[in-house]
């Protein structure tokens, strides 16, 4: 069986993967610096795999460690790359720190996967390399324009697709599939691993949850004077199991050689864009527990709108988001009562 190397596999994204790799017969090694994520995220992978997976606490950018571990797991035929820093308004602080981790981390993966003569790396993007899409580019596709990153952190995940175009023209063997996503929410249906925010939450959802759970006193939310039709923003949230199981299908179509292309590039979206109020109004309906708000002004550097037009993922990789909008804020729910 073969085995695939997951960075960043304790976080969020990143353990909803591993157990659909595992699910589907992939053996696992994950690469974590513990840096945003928790030991005890392999506990909950186990509970729902019923195996651990292999698991090593390496910085991604520490040369020497990645090197010893691609010795130890000579078998490693497909990296997937989740391992960076994430939080838009700390990259405005911090952004030597952003430039740092997630460019040298991709940058020492690339150099150790070369040296080990592994050709396959399936890259974390985002839909923050659009920015806020033209009405022509709406829903937003693989063609539509990139446009300059609102943050560092939209930053680095431009120049990332840089790198990794750059050293596929020039290492023909390289095989590379960016997944830029959109809005990834919820948490495993068996509540055993989910999203674990640091500190105050800044993405909408489980700021809802929070709040919801009587842990914030009430969600803000940012505008209700965008162009819109109930004028708050609007963004395409995407289950993060169905996201997860868009890797394993990237995984295997790096495997089975299927496609002649070095880079593909991929949104993952559901294809329809929900607006602040519809999902709190759809949270509050499908939970029955109420969630005290109040509308306050915009947010720097927000997006009013955008959503993606997933058919290329949808014909390509033959994958869907069909999850139910209540089914996942239900699992969300389900995930922040257990917490
Ligand atoms: P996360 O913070 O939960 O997971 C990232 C993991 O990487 C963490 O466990 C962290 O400890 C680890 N990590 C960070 N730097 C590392 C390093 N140098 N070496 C080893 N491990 C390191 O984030 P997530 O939400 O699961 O996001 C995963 C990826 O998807 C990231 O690349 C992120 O930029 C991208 N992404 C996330 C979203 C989102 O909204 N969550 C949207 C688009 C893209
Ligand atoms: C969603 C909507 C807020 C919190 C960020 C990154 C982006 C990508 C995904 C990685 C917006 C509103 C939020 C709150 C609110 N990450 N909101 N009150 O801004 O689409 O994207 O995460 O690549 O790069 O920028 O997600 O969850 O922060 O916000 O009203 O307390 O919820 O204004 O309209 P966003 P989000």
Redesign the pocket.
Known sequence: MSRILV??????????TVVELMQSGFDVVI???????SID?LDGIEAIVGKRPDFAN?????YVAMAELFDKYHDIEGVI???????VGESVEKPLLYYR??I??LICLLEVMKAHKVKNIV??????VYGQPDSAHLPVNEDAPIQKALSP?GN??QINEEILADEAHADKGLHVIL???????GAHPSALIG??P?GVPQ?LLPFVTQTAAGLRKQLRVFGNDYNTPDGSCIRDYIY?VDLAKAHVIAVRRQLEKKSSEQVEVFNLGTGKGLSVLEILNTFIKVTGVDVPYEIVGRREGDIEKVWADPKKANEVLGWKAETPTEDILLSAWKWQQKL
């Open positions: 960075t960043g596999g304790t976080g969020y994204i990143g353990s909803h690469v974590d610096n513990l840096s945003n994520s995220v390496i910085d991604c950018s520490d790359h989740f391992a960076a820093s994430k939080a981790n997630n040298g981390s890259f974390s993007s985002s839909c923050t952190y680095t995940k997944l830029r996503y959109f809005n990834p929410i999203e674990l640091n993405n993060v």
